[in-house]
């Protein structure tokens, strides 16, 4: 193969675009890294510090190698290259912080979506494993919207919940919406998308014991708040998103938000008895059954995360949360102090205001929506790059109007 590899260096393959290509490339990058941190609509860390990662893929030639993991990361018996140590070791990490304590089983997923689209498939058959009835989804009207477009490609009967005007499931309407006779998934938001609010467990729980559903799947989506609430000091802080505390059957946690990967990953973690319940299609050539929706997953992404923990530590999460929780906090004060009374939910990274001029909204790359209690809206989401200066700067744009 050295003659090979050298041949291939020699015949061009490695070769950049040409001159006007790589003009225009360049030119994109240029504006890019420029902008980078004037996207504060969106909950994306904007100085991932993965050049240590990059280069060590440069070190060692992973550059040049395809790297697909297939299938369900835990398996043993597989020959073709992956990287599923790392994924276990790095979705293990995570299990850890959610108080999976009972064991889990979990996988590196494309992004939010992604995980909520396996948070739904494993509750339908789960809860077909119990009842043969077809389940209903609950969600409530605050969660991302991917939970219900998943509801609809699963050909689930989806109930959407009335959220109260801070953005959490509103758990009267629930009590009357929910069907005791038919088994009932329920989609948590921990951190709704536009207002980043926590849907209440324990008044969840509360309703499910009293209207009694014949079956009963809880999956959180955490894609946000995942990624920082195990690490808080506060330990109810903490509690919302332990398996062992709040009797959660799954969850879906973004690698591209709090985690801070550059590109869209998440994790999808459950109880490990929940597997038992996917009769999965064996697939005789890939060695077994194969449990996740897609076959071909990134093989790059489990030693990212891996990286991004490995290098971290819970430590370093802890630090980074308590400054993105300090930074908000700091936001929403100067907001104050200049005559605008933003909603920021507890624990919650995401501070909401009236709308301001569309210069403004355009310049932040600010997230806008039109709501029922406060009419027009806007958002930033404050991540691990805001810094007084610009936070001061941002507030005043802001209180202009
Ligand atoms: C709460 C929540 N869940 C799910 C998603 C979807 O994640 P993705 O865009 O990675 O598919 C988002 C996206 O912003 C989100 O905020």
Known sequence: MEEYLEETERSGRHARPGAPEMARLNACARELVTRRFLQ??????????????????????????????????????????????????????LADGFGFRGGHWGVVTNGGTDGNMHGVYFGRKALAARSPLPPILYVSEEAHYSVRKLGDIQNLETRVIRAHADGTMDTEDLRRRLDPSRPALVAIAIGGTFK?????QKAIDAVLREVRPVAVYRHLDVALFGGYLPYLDDPEAREVVDAAAMHFDSLAVSGHKFLALNEPAGVFICRKEILDDLQSIPVPYLNGVIPTISCSRSGFDPLKLYWRIAATGREGFRKQAEHVLAMTALLRRELDARGVHPLVNRWSNTVIFPRPREEVVHRYCMACSEDAYYGKLAHVVVMQYFQPDLIRQLAADIAEG
């Open 196 to 200: 980043g609010a926590i849907d209440d």
């Open 40 to 93: 504060m609509g969106y909950p994306f860390d904007q100085d991932v510090c993965l050049k240590g990662f990059y280069e060590w893929l440069l070190e060692t030639g992973l550059q040049d190698v395809t790297l697909i993991n297939v299938g369900d990361p835990y398996k043993t018996e597989w020959d073709m290259l992956n990287t599923d140590e790392f994924e276990r070791k790095a979705i293990d990490f």
